[in-house]
């Protein structure tokens, strides 16, 4: 083949300079070309040279032809997808902007109506205890007074007395310090997932997983945190303390049978550094705000019966003043409203359900560290996992404590663990 092709050449610069001898010696001398393969290579794009050099030898078949083409081809389109790639799919960007407006539109709801539901605890704080306390006072009054006016006082402070049961019963049962607390961790958590879209957005680098999991996660904390009360409120005096869950629940990956590589800012100091934390978020941070939950659970529990039991017990104590019972029912009637009061300023002036709320999504942010920290570690691609660096920095930051710290307390927690056997005292978290 080679041989044929050099014979072509040769013969047709041989033929063109015979030719032009025979016009004149200096014009055959002017017009005869160069042969330089480099700088032929160099004036001709690839494609076009090899299809040139194809076209002079009638005797390449067809078949030669179309491959090149066809591998020229596939090359291309090679190149045009992997400029393509980075570029993020308009409907994509689309989605993410539409779910980035609803976030904020439930920011701003979750704001109003918290801020409307707090009015909701002073007001009926107010209006309860000042119906309590006019009750006995008219309860008093209305022992030192005999024939109409003491039917008038004592039936106008039963009355009232009752009143501010029902209501205690309807505020016991709602607990509107403790919805209070709920919208303001909605709207703080919303707003961290609006941060993100928009962090997400910013990198221009967006897929259609990036919409699934801002739609989880919507969807998550509307089951959360629910703003309606009737069907769908959060029990306020569960049978149970667990911690709050506003998250998807993370996928269990299967631990494939590879050897562990290092990379990705991970190594097996970093591992074992984020496995001692997770040990002293279990059981130190999480159990103790599980502990605190407990406790002012059953403080609210004890506040939120007494409260509508004593306004009752002093309603029935005023309707039987003037009787033949002498001054016990005026006495009753008096003490009771007076004590109700006290327990009723306790309960939702104290807050004491937003108390149980604070300690129950406390401890939900420890158990959503515990979840990412165990997440990362049971990837055993490191390659598919947060840069190792940049997480140890974000655990750090949600504890409260500078990188040295928190290698010193995975250092304190695995020495102990080793030489004493038991648990460090300190906690994870120098936060709250």
Same mark, same amino acid.
């Given at each position: ?29 002017? %017009?005869?070309? $160069? ?23 009638? *005797? ?10 066809? +591998? ?13 790639? %980075? ?24 704001? %109003? ?5 707090? $009015? ?69 958590? #919303? ?13 221009? %680098? ?9 739609? +989880? ?19 306020? #005096?569960?049978?149970?303390?667990? /911690? ?39 059981? +130190? ?12 659970? +059953? ?8 409260? /509508? ?12 003043? *003037? ?106 978290? $120098?936060?709250?």
């Amino acid at each position: 083949m080679a041989s044929l092709r050099s014979s072509s050449v040769i013969g047709s610069v041989a033929y063109s300079s015979s030719c032009c001898s025979r016009r004149g010696t200096t014009r055959a001398t002017i %017009n005869m070309p $160069k042969l330089r393969t480099g700088g032929l290579s160099l004036r001709l794009p690839a494609r076009d040279f090899v299809l040139e050099v194809l076209d002079m030898e009638p *005797g390449l078949s067809a078949a030669t032809t179309s491959h090149v083409e066809k +591998k020229y081809e596939s090359s291309t389109n090679r190149n045009s997808h992997s400029l393509g790639s %980075n570029v993020s799919d308009p409907l994509v960007i689309a989605k993410l902007h539409a779910i980035m407006e609803a976030v904020a539109d439930r920011v701003e709801m979750h704001q %109003n109506i918290g801020e409307q539901r707090d $009015k909701w605890n002073s007001l009926l704080l107010t209006s309860i205890n000042a119906i309590t306390l006019t009750a006995a006072t008219m309860a008093g009054i209305a022992a030192t007074s005999v024939g109409g006016p003491l039917l008038a006082l004592k039936t106008s402070s039963t009355l009232m007395y009752l009143a501010a049961t029902g209501m205690l019963v309807v505020m016991n049962q709602i607990q509107p310090s403790q919805l209070v607390e709920e919208q303001r961790n909605a709207a703080r958590l #919303f707003k961290q997932l609006h941060g993100r879209i928009q962090t997400t957005l910013s990198s221009g %680098n967006t897929t259609s997983s990036d919409v699934e999991d801002a739609m +989880k996660k919507v969807l998550a904390l509307d089951k959360a945190y629910p703003l309606p009360l009737i069907g769908v409120m959060l029990e306020k #005096f569960p049978e149970t303390v667990e /911690p709050a869950v506003w998250w998807p629940q993370h996928r269990q990956r299967q631990e494939k049978p590879m050897k562990r590589r290092d990379g990705n800012g991970w190594s097996v100091e970093l591992e074992e550094e984020m496995r001692e934390v997770v040990g002293v978020l279990k059981r +130190k941070d999480t159990e103790d705000y599980l502990r605190l939950g407990k406790i002012a659970l +059953k403080v609210n529990k004890i506040l939120s019966i007494s409260g /509508p039991l004593l306004t009752g017990i002093a309603a029935c104590g005023t309707a039987f003043m *003037g009787s033949s019972h002498g001054s016990w029912p005026a006495i009753v009637g008096v003490v009771a409203g007076a004590i109700a009061s006290v327990v009723n300023t306790m309960e939702h002036g104290g807050q004491v359900g937003m108390v149980f709320e604070m300690y129950r999504s406390n401890a939900g942010f420890f158990r959503l560290m515990e979840e990412t920290i165990e997440s990362n570690l049971n990837e055993r691609d490191v390659g598919r996992r947060e840069n190792g660096e940049l997480f140890e920095m974000k655990v750090a930051l949600h504890l409260g404590r500078s990188l040295s710290g928190l290698k010193n307390l995975a250092a304190a927690s695995s020495y102990a663990s080793s030489e004493k056997g038991e648990a460090i005292e300190e906690f994870a978290s $120098k936060l709250f």
